[in-house]
């Protein structure tokens, strides 16, 4: 065939076929891949995730005011918020194509959360169940992450990490304020946990 032939077989390719093509293409790749600095926020968020439930606990430990829980996670939101901004400029707009917003699903979840505070107010005093609502918000916005990954071009299993760190985190918030040792040691417990999730999501993602 000539170079002449492969030309004008190129050019008569049917666009709609190449961009499939295309699309399987990057569906096989991991957030690594696409997302080099969008990867590295599993560590970064297991190591703010450890700090602030470090936080927590020393409210606990030392009764501080219910307030340090928000002053804790508010601090590791927004550190992690920033850093997105600042390495993550692009992640929203890979494409010409609309894609959910994963900031703007952070801000909702955010939001609702502050809500439902200032709802419970008379209900401070239990810290524990503060806290666990928290924890719940945070499984929550990961589920919901998950859900949303489906419509940017990686992997399958990159969702799952987040879909598993979901289930477990909603599960462990509802236990919180229901079972004794978490009561007392739930926060350092759970940024433990938490750690171990991102780091492991790392390192499994990362093969």
Known sequence: MSSEDGTANAMNA???????????????????????AAF????????LGVFASLGSQAVITFELSPWGHWLSWGGFYVIGAVYARVRLDSYDRTTSERRPS??????GIVGLLLAVFVAIAPLQG?????????????GAFYI?????LRAYPIRDRDRYAFYVGGVWMLAYG???PNIGVLQEWGYAGFGILFAIHGIASYVFLAR
């Open 14 to 36: 049917d666009p709609e076929r190449l961009r499939e093509d295309l699309d399987q293409i990057k569906e096989a790749m991991g957030i690594q891949e696409r997302y080099p």
């Open 40 to 47: 590295q926020l599993w560590l970064l968020y297991a190591t």
């Open 102 to 107: 994963i900031r703007m699903q952070g801000a």
């Open 126 to 138: 239990d810290q524990t169940t503060v806290f666990g609502l928290i924890v719940i918000a945070v």
């Open 144 to 148: 919901v992450q998950a859900a949303s």
């Open 174 to 176: 509802a236990a919180m």
